[in-house]
């Protein structure tokens, strides 16, 4: 039986700076990943998306190359096999750089592995067993799969299998029409498939304002994607080679066929296999680890941070929920900060400024910036997708819904100001 003091299950945006900071305090420290190091932001969320958002960006901006005077002597083709090797080219660094950071770690043993409890202090992964008194878990979480009739009989996408995807789906049908089903929806709709979104509720994005929704459904369909909103999918078939979803709105019956079916319509915490109830960590009714203020679980010395707590779904928050762990383990400073719209709700002031550095990843997946990759600190806020434009109070752009743009195609950011919290600031 190997003894830490401390273990961390998982590489998303908090297990690693979570590990850094236990070491630097002289904790011996094991940090466990099943997958790939640096999980869904890195591999399957952000980056890779914003990757694919910017060569959908040139292929849109080509196709309206004419409407800046410029001329291109035939029509745009898109390689997909290009795109791909490009978003892999970007995301294979950042992973790499976490595991190799975490290998160099003096006091850090990094196992891959899938861990699951055994107890409150004991941790299992494959043959060997570790032990500490402080447990922090940074599970993330994967695309859920709702119980649609007929669903385990046809193939589909998710966030993570769109990853693989090399080539054009000539319909992609994206169930979901909030954050990443839309960001999907549109790059693939300019690399050149058809696409249709079902949403069930009566707004795409309905965490939004009713405004900000209408404005991005707008952007959407002034770009031919059909939107279906208002519409519960019922059933899921085969039909020759083609995908039928049969749709239900206001009390009539339709069908949707296309090539490929996406499935964006939420995500479920990876908590289901990790032996919770071996350590006696209690979960909500969709397996969310319940956590209090400073993210501590009904277990005495366990913690939850990131997605697999519920209570953010966003890079900056699981980096939130490592700077109120570490603030807590160092400085006994604590309390969650308040998410984006939290602060915009408490009328908390927000700047709107370009992200002007090389080092900003979506500079580098935009292809605006040369290539070096450190990640944009946490400290800046940078709203995601179709809420960027209006939301900071830029002009409102077609341009983009992944990554706002100016004229030129410059990624720019919204950061929040914050004063607060300046002593809990790590480097990265
Ligand atoms: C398509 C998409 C686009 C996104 N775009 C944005 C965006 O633009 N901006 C933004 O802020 N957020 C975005 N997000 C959300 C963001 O990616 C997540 O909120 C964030 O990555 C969650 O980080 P985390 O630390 O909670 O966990 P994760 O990054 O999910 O990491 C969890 C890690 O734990 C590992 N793991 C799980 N179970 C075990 C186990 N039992 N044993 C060992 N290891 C385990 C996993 O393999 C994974 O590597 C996006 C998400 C998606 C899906």
Redesign the pocket.
């Known amino acids: 039986m190997a003894d830490h003091d401390a273990i961390v ?7 690693p700076g979570l590990a850094r900071r236990l070491v630097a305090a002289g904790w011996k420290v094991a940090i ?10 890195v591999n ?3 980056t890779p ?2 990757t694919l958002i910017a060569s959908a960006y040139a292929a849109y901006l080509a196709r309206r190359a004419a409407d800046y005077g410029v001329t291109i002597g035939g029509p745009i083709g898109v390689d997909m096999k290009a795109v791909k090797a490009r978003k892999d080219a970007v995301v294979r660094p950042s992973r790499e750089g976490v595991e190799r950071s975490l290998r160099r770690l003096k006091g850090c043993t990094v196992l891959e ?4 409890f055994i107890g409150p202090k004991e941790v299992e992964v494959g043959d060997e067993v570790l032990r500490a008194d402080k447990i922090f878990i ?4 994967r ?1 859920l799969v709702p119980p649609i009739r007929g669903l385990d009989q046809v193939p589909y996408l998710t ?1 993570s299998l769109m990853m693989d995807v090399d080539f054009l789906p000539p319909h992609l049908i994206v169930l979901g029409g909030s ?2 089903g839309l ?1 999907f929806a549109q790059a693939y709709r300019r690399f050149g498939s058809e696409v249709t979104v079902i949403e069930l509720g009566p707004h795409l994005i309905a965490r939004e304002d009713e405004d900000v929704s209408r404005a991005i459904a707008e952007i959407l369909k002034d770009e031919n994607i059909d939107i279906r909103v208002n519409s519960k999918v019922v059933a899921v078939a085969k039909q020759g080679n083609e995908i039928a979803v049969t749709v239900e709105n206001a009390g009539t019956s339709s069908q949707v066929v296309g090539s490929h079916l996406l499935l964006a319509i939420g ?1 479920r915490p ?1 908590t289901d ?2 032996g919770l109830d071996k350590a006696g960590v209690a979960t909500d009714s969709r397996g969310y680890i319940q956590v209090d203020d400073q993210l501590r679980t009904n277990v005495p010395g366990i913690w939850a ?4 707590n519920g209570r ?7 980096y939130n929920d490592f700077e109120i762990v570490g603030a807590d383990r160092d400085h006994g400073h604590g309390g969650r900060e308040p998410s984006v719209r939290e602060r915009r709700d408490k009328g908390l002031h927000e700047d709107s400024g370009r992200q002007g550095d090389e080092t900003d990843p979506r500079g580098v997946a935009a292809g605006t910036f040369g290539g070096r990759g450190h990640p944009l600190h946490p400290r800046c806020y ?1 709203y ?2 179709a809420v960027h434009g209006p939301a900071s109070g830029g002009a409102h752009s077609p341009d983009s819904l992944g990554v706002h743009s100016d004229h030129v195609g410059r990624p720019q950011a919204a950061v929040v100001s914050d004063t607060r919290r300046n002593d809990l600031i790590l480097g990265t």
């Open positions: 299950i998982g590489t998303g945006q908090a297990g466990i990943e099943r997958k790939f190091f640096g999980g869904t932001c399957a969320g952000c998306t914003k592995g899938h861990a699951q940074n599970v993330g979480a695309a966030n954050y990443v960001e995500r990876n296999d990790l941070v990131g997605d697999c953010g779904a966003f890079t900056h928050t699981s940078v995601q997708g």
